[in-house]
T-cell receptor, first 120, second 116 residues
């Protein structure tokens, strides 16, 4: 069964600090996909990144970086030099490959989210 | 922008009344989903669809039904609303289904439902 755990319910940092949001996942599949979404105070869900299980390269996009480690089943998200605009709820999610008899991946299973508050 | 709209965006209703939420997409995506978001639970899957008239249950499907008579519309119905169904409801589509290493879900703006 799939499971995603975001142990940090709320984090508060001062602007310009670095912050890491943790995500631990469980799956029996060897092929799976990990995602991060951002939900700002306005409420919409914004896709940030998708990672495939066969690609353990870390990814950097501006101030955002992601560390994928299969050995610890973790997919952590770091914001460098945080800004007030980064204040949001961040969700980690997991999807598995369906296999050759069905197309597409399984629906997403989400963690409960981490609320990040960046204080000016 | 994945071209997803949800209607209504806000609704207040009374316990026991039927409610239908609509998700409309303009880009001919085959796969569509309904999730609900509640404090302390994140997002949980209610129902999903792989195509017209092809639907399946998710984790929290009790009390909900869905229909998909056209590719562009995916309807979620609460047959008899209860206070426990007060929530924010999100519709989503999958881009690039079948291209497993590119498939990504994009979400609509959400519908905030209050059942009194």
């Amino acid at each position: 069964a799939q499971k995603v755990t975001q142990a940090q319910t709320e984090i508060s940092v001062v602007e310009k600090e670095d912050v890491t949001l943790d995500c631990v996942y469980e799956t029996r599949d060897t092929t799976y996909y990990l995602f991060w979404y951002k939900q700002p105070p306005s409420g919409e869900l914004v896709f940030l990144i998708r990672r495939n299980s066969f690609d353990e390269q870390n990814e950097i996009s501006g101030r955002y970086s992601w560390n994928f480690q299969k050995s610890t089943s973790s997919f952590n998200f770091t914001i460098t030099a945080s800004q007030v605009v980064d204040s949001a709820v961040y969700f980690c999610a997991l999807s598995e490959a369906r296999g050759i008899t069905k197309s597409g991946n399984t629906p997403l299973v989400f963690g409960k989210g981490t609320r990040l508050s960046v204080i000016a | 922008d994945a071209g997803i709209t949800q209607s209504p965006r806000h609704k207040v209703t009374e316990t026991g009344t039927p409610v239908t939420l609509r998700c409309h997409q303009t880009e001919n995506h085959r796969y569509m989903y309904w999730y609900r978001q509640d404090p302390g639970h994140g997002l949980r899957l209610i129902h999903y669809s792989y195509g017209v008239k092809d639907t399946d249950k998710g984790e929290v499907s009790d009390g909900y039904s869905v229909s998909r008579s056209k590719t562009e519309d995916f309807l979620l119905t609460l047959e008899s609303a209860t206070s426990s169904q007060t929530s924010v409801y999100f519709c989503a589509i999958s881009s690039n289904p079948g291209q497993a290493n590119r498939e990504t879900q994009y979400f609509g703006p959400g519908t905030r439902l209050l059942v009194l």
